[in-house]
């Protein structure tokens, strides 16, 4: 049985991977990781046209990776690294038994070498 607390985590970690599976948006996220910067500045970056990063732009905010603060007119743009939390928590579920088969892997194939 889902929960609503589980549907809106399945939702929000839906919308974070959609959001990261364009290579233009990955490469947005990669400009503000550090630093704020316009919707100008990080447009410079890109051969398409301005209004196609906004639109960029508005799927990373929707899906909570990217924040919008104003300052008088400009609107500045930095990165949420919290909302990979849920996109962590799904890797987390899966990782602990990708490293058990890893584990049994290696140990099936190892053969101690004798000492001398």
Same mark, same amino acid.
């Given at each position: ?5 589980? @549907?809106? !985590?399945?939702e929000? #970690?839906?919308l974070?991977?959609?959001a &990261?599976?364009?290579?233009? +948006?990955?490469a947005?996220l *990669?400009?503000?990781?550090d ?5 100008g ?5 890109f051969?398409?046209?301005?209004q @196609?990063? !906004?639109?960029?732009? #508005? ?5 909570g &990776?990217?924040?919008?603060r +104003?300052?008088?007119?400009? *609107? ?11 996109v962590?928590d799904l ?6 038994d ?11 194939s ?7």
């Amino acid at each position: 049985m889902v929960t609503r607390a589980g @549907a809106a !985590s399945a939702e929000a #970690t839906d919308l974070v991977l959609r959001a &990261l599976a364009d290579p233009n +948006r990955r490469a947005i996220l *990669r400009l503000v990781k550090d630093d704020e910067l316009p919707a100008g500045q990080i447009a410079l970056n890109f051969s398409m046209t301005q209004q @196609a990063v !906004s639109q960029h732009v #508005t799927v990373l905010k929707q899906a909570g &990776l990217l924040s919008v603060r +104003r300052d008088g007119t400009r *609107r500045l743009y930095s990165f949420r690294a919290e909302a990979l939390d849920p996109v962590r928590d799904l890797l987390a579920e899966f990782w602990p038994d990708a490293l058990a088969r890893l584990k049994r892997a290696v140990e099936s194939s190892y053969r101690p070498t004798e000492t001398r």
